[in-house]
């Protein structure tokens, strides 16, 4: 047990759709990463927060966004679902925001119909 | 963009042999860490490694980062049915933490 949590475990839904995923931290970390695995395209960095601030931006799209509330808890929301957002979406925690390692959360998964 | 190669991609054995995972880029990294991944679960840290030319070892486990900190190797001795699952590279740049992952190594040993 990596200490970070993810909910829910599980999520079907419908094209067009918009949907939160949770994660909190692992106690005492100050950053939350977001990835998305898929077969084809692998672990794909998201977005990182640092204490409520974004700090770093991968291949997010445009109809993701996420936050990072003040007990560092953090969201991920995406909005306008199509089929090929269907994949594994962890979040990661660390202390710092730099040279440090990373724990991930046990995932969600995401299934678009 | 930074790209990590992993190979082999897939790589089945028996239990008791020898093997090992590379990954390589272009690019420098100022760490390298490797992760397992097991079916339905997120990747675990194995090692971090940070200097060229370092090894660490973790039971039977042997991590290297290159001198130039461009290419890493995992060497698994005597590989159990546990150490099955997927094997991540992922390497961090100086500039900012987040991570890029390599392609994947799935291991699978067999009885």
Same mark, same amino acid.
């Given at each position: @047990? ?9 999520? &079907? ?20 990463? *977001?990835?998305?695995?898929?077969? @084809? ?5 998201? &977005? ?9 931006? +991968?291949? &997010? ?9 003040? @007990?560092?808890?953090?969201? #991920? ?18 202390? *710092? ?9 046990? +995932? ?6 | ?32 860490? *490797? ?10 840290? #194995? ?10 070892? #973790? ?7 290159? @001198? ?7 060497? &698994?001795?005597?590989?159990?049915? +546990?150490?099955? +699952? ?20 799935? #291991?699978?040993?067999?009885?």
């Amino acid at each position: @047990d990596s200490g970070v949590t993810q909910t829910p475990k599980h999520l &079907i839904t419908a094209t067009g759709q918009r949907v939160t995923l949770r994660c909190s931290p692992r106690s005492g970390d100050l950053s939350v990463y *977001w990835y998305q695995q898929s077969l @084809d395209q692998g672990l794909q960095f998201l &977005i990182q927060y640092y204490n409520g601030e974004e700090r770093a931006k +991968g291949n &997010i799209l445009e109809r993701f966004s996420a936050q990072q509330f003040p @007990d560092l808890h953090s969201e #991920l929301n995406l909005s306008s679902l199509e089929l090929g957002d269907s994949a594994l979406y962890f979040c990661a925690s660390s202390v *710092w925001d730099s040279y440090t390692e990373q724990f991930f959360g046990p +995932g969600t998964r995401l299934t678009v119909l | 963009t930074q790209l990590l190669e992993q190979s082999p991609q897939f790589l089945s054995i028996q239990e008791g042999e020898n093997l090992t995972v590379y990954c390589n880029s272009s690019s420098v990294f100022s760490s390298l860490q *490797w992760y397992r991944q097991e079916p339905g679960e997120g990747p675990v840290l #194995l090692v971090t490694v940070v200097t060229g030319g370092e090894v660490k070892k #973790l039971k039977r486990l042997t991590f290297q980062f290159g @001198d130039a900190r461009k290419d890493s190797s995992l060497h &698994i001795t005597a590989a159990q049915p +546990g150490d099955t +699952g997927l094997y991540l590279c992922a390497g961090e740049t100086g500039t900012a933490s987040k991570l890029t992952f390599g392609t994947g190594t799935r #291991l699978q040993v067999t009885l």
